[in-house]
């Protein structure tokens, strides 16, 4: 959660910072208090005032200005926040953040007022009484318009754009996002400098520019360290135990327990995973997963709360889990829900590449392999469901290698405010409005997972597609679930010429015996993917293993999940079926299908 920090009070300014200040950067010392300008600024986008903004005040004088903002000067600004203290004439730009309560950083560039260069224009305009010239300058592809006026003996701006040119009272980005000053008025008696660094801190380092950004970037936002540096293998010894880390199915599955802070509405929430080759060559399929735990184990189920879970197969053997069989003669263990047990929640599927690092020295020419393959989800539509709770986070490799994988996972929590819900709040396609968030409770109900995770500890493939049965889930109601979506996940396996993993198939979902969608899971962007996999095999006709389309992933990949509508479902007892025309065994090969259903709703 973010903090508030204190009121502005100038008693409480650490003369340590300000020797170091004066030190590194004498233009930039305390002043005399002066007098100059003040200014208030709004933004809009497409003519419309930015939800909850934070207005920007500036303070101008005749050689230095002071960018702040409404929240900041009344103590009332969530950390991070930032102020901009510039001296046009010395082109000077200091950045200061305020991380936490007692703790600040700063930055002093003297490299970016300097380049700003601008294309100059006859037209004028009159703001707020003053007569406005326009400048235009193009930024990252961005271009920018300056509305300034030089009928004041000040120079500011909104931003760092402009301090040279006058006093810029508007700033247009791209002809839709405008920066417009809507109050103007003198002062007398502030010291900007003062201002600037204003607070109780203790020593805050002057930093270089590139470390002063990161760290204010990653003050930004929450992470949860889970796993690092985590080997992932088949073998029966731990070799490199982690605290905290149990390890399942010979070593192919890694658990530990998360503790989920309270997640604020319209937060994101990412999985970010790491793996690389420990030894093992091979593509092989990856899950992230999470079980609840405590009273959080009992998931919605329906009627009833399931008190059963995936962690009794990890702890007893798979035989705890409940059976499902399709008529193949086959049984497949804790596949769908029933009305005492929850499958896994798949936070993301992922394959690992060919051989990634490990496999390095395998050299092709002009080939520059990776260190490794990072793969991001966002699981905020989950974790939102999850929030405040005790989960048992785990990553299954199926991997039968004594050096196996090595992986890093963290989870990052990131906090809505309005420059993000400016452009990421999903619109109504009916009215054209930002949608507002429901205040119903978000509801979670796992269906299905047919992920074999305790493949190392003989738990089936999930072959049950070669009946036309195929997969069955019963789940009841207990209440009305609206806006119902069913979150799917599905990769086709099978690698030989004819198996699933090369040949599409469609997969059909049945509600209640009709169909509500149905699709052909196919990936055809392998080969972009090439400098992920040294270890791939290369074949007559140019093309490397890795480079093949297949069954909705790819070697070095994630799978996205898609997001099937159910409308509103009543309360009672429904049926979810999935289908897919699974091929025919050939010899000792077969096909299978992972898939993996979570229903949504409120």
Known sequence: MRATRPMFNKAHLTGALLAALAALAPSLALAAPTEGWKLRYQRSYNGKPVEGQDPIWVFAAK???LISSEAILAGKAGFPFEQQFIKPAAQELLQLARLSPGEGIATLDRESLPKQSYEFSEETRTILGYRCKKAKTVVNSNTIELWYTTEL??????TVLGHQLGLVLELVR?????ISATQIEPFQGLDLAEMAQGGKLEAAPLLDGLSYKDRVWRSRFTTLPVFQDQIVNFSGEDREPREGVTRYANGTVVLKTVQLPEIAPGSQVFVDLLARSNGDAYDRTGSVFVIPLGAAKEV???KKKATRNFLDGLQRGVAALPAYQNGNGRTYRGVVATEDYAPLIELMRFFTPFGVKHYNHLQLKGKTWHEAAPYR?????????????ALALGVFIGNYDKGGHKLDLNLTIHPSDAATAMFSKPVSPSTGAAASSSSSAPRLIPLFNTTNVMEMAEQDYATMFDKPKGLEVDFTLDRPLKNARLRYISTGHGGWTNGDEFVPKKNTILLNGKEVFSFVPWRQ???AFRLFNPASGNFNDGLSSSDISRSNWCPGTATNPIYIDLGHLKAGRHRMTVRIPQGPREGTSFSS?????VLVGE
């Open 63 to 65: 050689g230095e200005a």
């Open 153 to 158: 003996p000040a120079a500011g701006a909104p």
């Open 174 to 178: 791209n002809g839709n996002f405008v």
């Open 300 to 302: 919605e189920k329906g």
């Open 377 to 389: 989800m966002d699981i905020t539509d989950l974790a939102q469901r999850l929030s405040g709770q």
């Open 525 to 527: 962007d392998c080969g």
């Open 593 to 597: 299908w992972n898939v993996s259903g």
